[in-house]
């Protein structure tokens, strides 16, 4: 059988609802057919909303309401004390819409144009030694030692972190590197 009941939601003692159909079997906050609206007891005043045309829906095609939804509905004017749908039910019944995967074919796809690599400038950074990523990100040539700014390490090719690493600015020597501030990993600040 399928009920519309309220599954729970928020946090400890602050306790928000959702509306869901769901089968009878099905535990309070498991599995769920379908989510027709909301409610949060809590807020001032009390937050209520439902999707009468979907309540209306699964009520027509024999959803059994809880106790509190039954409440919830009559309060919206969708079902008398009773449970039972107050008017017609609706002209036109649908099922649940399921999404429909996407299927694209291979000639459907249009080649892209790879752009031929620019060189650029390097914009020198404000330590010396050291200049700002390409647009791309590269390094310059010449400047192989990552610095990142946020943490002022710097990492040298083969380092453990090298690969990993976004460089914020790129160091010529690792004097250079020093002089600036950065550090290697694993080093402690000489604060």
């Known amino acids: 059988m399928v009920r519309i009941r309220l599954r729970r939601m928020g946090m400890k003692h602050k306790p928000a609802y959702r509306v869901v159909i769901a089968d009878s079997h099905a535990p309070r906050d498991g599995k769920f057919i379908e989510t027709i609206g909301h409610y949060n007891p809590q807020a001032q005043p009390k937050v209520v909303f439902i999707k009468e045309d979907r309540a209306r829906y699964w009520l027509s095609v024999g959803a059994q309401p809880s106790d509190t939804v039954v409440r919830l509905l009559k309060n919206l004017g969708v079902v008398d004390a009773e449970g039972k749908l107050i008017g017609e039910a609706p002209a036109k019944v649908e099922a649940p819409v399921k999404k429909a995967k996407k299927a694209v074919s291979k ?83 000489a604060e």
Request: proline residues 7%; charged residues 20%; without cysteine.
């Open 107 to 189: 000639a459907a796809v249009a080649p892209v144009a790879v752009a031929a690599p620019v060189k650029a400038e390097a914009e020198a950074g404000e330590f010396a030694g050291s200049v700002r990523p390409l647009a791309d990100g590269s390094a310059p040539e010449g400047y192989a030692i990552k610095g990142n700014q946020n943490s002022m390490l710097y990492h040298v090719p083969g380092s453990r972190y090298y690969n990993s690493t976004v460089a914020e600015l790129w160091f010529d020597t690792v004097e250079s590197a020093e002089a600036a501030g950065f550090r290697a990993p694993g080093q402690k600040s």
